[in-house]
């Protein structure tokens, strides 16, 4: 084993969709792994794991998490990130893995004010004596569970650019692209914009979680401004508008399937029909 590896590694966010990937992979790798999650309570992770209350947002929480950790892995979160770079220099953290964003790297998503943001996070790392390896999923096919309590409560779905092209990346393959950076499997191309197999229109996301529920979802078409609206009851106006900008640029075709995940895990990604089948529960 690398003597890097030797040293635990810290998987912060520990119990997120990617994190909880991240841990498990590492223990099945034989890594010697730490977790830590805002308040992390009891049974929430494997046993024989070092567990800490950590908050990005407060450096002093950080400190004892960070201590002795060899490298770290954490998402790319504005708030706090001086705090978290000063933390990792001061703890002498020998390699940090970026859970950033592949709007960062992909040219028609520039100045919109979400990838500003992870474009912010990944240069305080840049500037800081804190060697950086970012990994960069464009489009989560975990953002369709924001789609699970309206299909739930109405068995259809409101949808802004229904026809909007992406290829969603499984959160399992992103996970793995992550290990592949921490465990040294893999050299730069694991920084490359991750995506799923094939482009995929919203509304053929839709169906293949119909398909995977035995049902059919009828989608409606939303207007612009309902879809700020919409977006509007659960993040600010400005991000709100960052995500109808994102889907005004998929609609216009400019949203990729990229050969990244093949290229760093030697296997191809994870295709959207077994991303809806493994969380068919959500969406019931």
Not at 226 to 239: H, P, T, V
């Amino acid at each position: 084993m690398p003597d890097l590896l030797r040293k635990p590694t810290l998987v912060m966010g520990a119990r997120g969709s990617v994190g909880k990937f991240v841990l498990r992979r590492l223990l099945d790798k034989g890594v010697p792994v730490r977790a830590s999650a805002r308040r992390p309570r009891p049974g929430q992770f494997p046993d024989g794991v070092e567990v800490f209350a950590a908050d990005l947002t407060d450096p002093a929480s950080l400190v004892p998490a960070f201590d002795g950790a060899g490298q770290v892995f954490l998402y790319a979160h504005r708030e706090g990130v001086d705090g978290v770079v000063e933390t990792a220099r001061a703890a002498g953290v020998e390699r940090v893995v970026l859970l950033s964003s592949g709007s960062v790297i992909h040219p028609t998503s520039a100045g919109n004010p979400i990838t500003r943001e992870h474009r912010e996070v990944e240069a305080a790392f840049a500037d800081s004596d804190v060697p950086v390896v970012p990994i960069r999923p464009l489009v989560l096919a975990t953002n369709a569970l924001r789609w699970a309590s309206e299909i739930r409560a109405t068995g259809g779905l409101e949808l802004y650019r229904p026809q909007a092209m992406t290829a969603p990346v499984h959160e399992r393959d992103v996970a793995a692209v992550a290990c592949a950076a921490l465990t040294g499997a893999a050299a730069s191309e694991v920084s490359g914009m991750l995506t799923g197999p094939v482009r995929l229109s919203l509304r053929g996301q839709v169906a293949a979680i119909g398909r995977a529920l035995g049902t059919e979802i009828p989608v409606t078409e939303l207007s612009r401004e309902a879809a700020l609206r919409a977006f509007s009851q659960d993040m600010s106006d400005s991000d709100a508008e960052a995500v109808v900008r994102f889907f005004d640029d998929a609609a216009a075709g400019n949203s990729p399937a990229t050969s990244t995940v093949q290229d760093v895990l030697g296997y191809p990604p994870t295709g959207f029909d077994t991303w809806a089948a493994d969380h068919v529960d959500d969406f019931r």
